[in-house]
């Protein structure tokens, strides 16, 4: 068993940044991939950016070149680092995980990201 504990969320001004943090335990390693998913209130939830256990991104168009995700294996932990946030990136992130076998899929418990002037 898996479990995803998301952490660096809040209000930040337009054009801002913020960092997201996610830590796995027992282990990273148990994960083949990892990444984030967001919802807006209203809308389904949606890929953000996933980066495999062979640190291969995946960016969504409308979050490429802004978003950067990034794992340190010895902390356990998953990086979404935002930049030049817009109102439309406002949702709540989910921390994601993924295992092929059993083939599974875990979930953080969600953290507000506000992008509000």
């Known amino acids: 068993q898996v479990q995803l504990v998301e952490s660096g969320g809040g209000l930040v001004q337009p054009g801002g940044s913020l960092k997201l943090s996610c830590v796995a335990s027992?282990?990273?390693?148990?994960?083949?991939?990892m990444g984030w998913y967001r919802q807006a209130p209203g809308e389904q939830r949606e890929l953000v950016a996933t980066i495999s256990i062979g640190t291969r991104t995946n960016y969504a168009d409308s979050v490429k070149g802004r978003f950067t995700i990034s794992r340190d294996n010895a902390k356990n932990t998953v990086y979404l680092q935002m930049n030049s946030l817009k109102p439309e990136d406002t949702a709540v992130y989910y921390c994601?995980?993924?295992?092929?076998?059993?083939?599974?899929?875990?979930w953080g418990q969600g953290i507000q990201v506000t992008v509000s002037s």
């Open positions: 027992p282990t990273i390693f148990n994960l083949n991939a």
């Open positions: 994601w995980g993924w295992t092929v076998t059993p083939e599974r899929h875990y």
